[in-house]
């Protein structure tokens, strides 16, 4: 056989065998097509794998892409691409209902998202919101009313560290040791749930809420999660303004870096353990670890549990020169911000007139 009818058949064996390639893959694509398309959004069956009962709580505020995580982290569904791609598909998901479910791991697409839009409930839970800037002992104070745990047990369990949470060991030891990180939200709550557990439920949803790109935020500016915490609590507690938020976060990083106390009313209140709409010039003697009148830098810990929005200030200040700020609107809770000393006297007496 000559060199060219060599080189000529080697070269169709080549072609062969990279059309066979070719074949297989687009066959092994549209395998994985029909898969991803498919209302089967489990393949336990298959696998021959056991049927078993899924319990998954869905919490108020809950996204399809967040439902979609839950369902897959718990084994119910095996891609959470799969379901959100279905419920686009399908237009499902405007239904959904927060709540305790039962699922399991043979149910179809279509079946999920019929429990998931029943809004099912264990008769015997109970509903708790939590509201953003709720103190720890306003919470144990809550929780004691709805008849689950005793305030005792309740702070009892936010003293401890009895939880299998990363951010837990990096806490300094303090009183209220949790205080900052019960988020706020709605929750559902079983009547057989121990203080431990209603704890652990909300930390969890702490840890779900500042996630990877929250922690990657905070330690681009320096920043341990406490810390992040701690100047998301001081927001909350004086930002009613929405608008702000990222204001308010700048004042606090300025005056750190001036070496400026921070000087915030609210943790005058926190400190004193009173809600009250005014802080008198005596009040800001107290010699307490959360007043920023009376210590330098951060308080000693959190002056209550922030919301989503006031963490995600702390640690995204807007760019300011800002080192003071005023309340000028009593309606919004607007206020007015300057670098200027003498502007601020002016505001504050702008502020107390509108109180007489």
Not at 91 to 99: D, I, M, S, Y
Not at 278 to 290: I, M, N, Q, T, W
Request: net charge negative; proline share 2%; aromatic share 10%.
């Amino acid at each position: 056989m000559s060199k060219e009818k060599k080189k000529s058949r080697a070269g169709l064996i080549i072609l062969l065998v990279v059309l066979a390639i070719i074949v297989a893959g687009v066959a092994i694509g549209i395998i994985k097509i029909r898969q991803f398309t498919s209302f089967q959004v489990n393949s336990a069956r298959d696998r021959g794998e056991a049927q078993t009962e899924i319990s998954v709580t869905i919490d108020e505020g809950d996204t399809v892409r967040d439902i979609a995580s839950k369902l897959s982290e718990n084994g119910v569904i095996d891609s959470s691409l799969q379901f959100i791609y279905l419920c686009k598909r399908e237009g499902e998901g405007a239904n959904f209902q927060p709540g305790d479910y039962t699922f399991n791991n043979y149910m179809d697409f279509n079946e999920i998202c019929d429990v998931l839009k029943s809004g099912r409930v264990d008769d015997e839970q109970v509903t708790v919101t939590i509201k953003e800037g709720a103190w720890l002992t306003e919470i144990a104070n809550q929780f004691a009313e709805t008849g689950l745990v005793t305030y005792d047990e309740f702070m009892e369990a936010c003293n401890s560290r009895d939880y299998d949470y990363d951010f837990i060991a990096d806490i300094p030891d303090r009183d209220n040791l949790l205080e900052g990180y019960l988020f706020p939200d709605t929750y559902y709550f079983s009547t057989d749930m121990t203080a431990h557990d209603i704890v652990d439920k909300m930390l969890a949803r702490f840890d779900e809420v500042f996630d990877v790109s929250l922690k990657g935020a905070a330690q681009t500016r320096g920043l341990t999660v406490d810390e992040a915490v701690i100047v998301a609590s001081l927001i909350e507690s004086e930002a009613r303004y929405p608008e702000d938020r990222g204001k308010i976060s700048s004042v606090i990083y300025n005056r750190l870096n001036a070496g400026m106390k921070l000087q915030m009313d609210a943790s005058v209140l926190y400190a004193l353990g009173e809600r009250r709409d005014r802080v008198y010039y005596a009040d800001l003697e107290v010699e307490d670890g959360h007043n920023t009148y009376y210590v330098d830098g951060l308080p000693v810990g959190p002056i209550g549990n922030p919301g989503k929005d006031c963490l995600q200030a702390a640690v995204s200040p807007e760019d300011t020169d800002y080192l003071y700020y005023v309340v000028e609107n009593m309606d919004t809770g607007e206020h007015y911000f300057t670098s200027d000393y003498n502007d601020f006297l002016a505001a504050s007496e702008r502020y107390k007139s509108s109180l007489d």
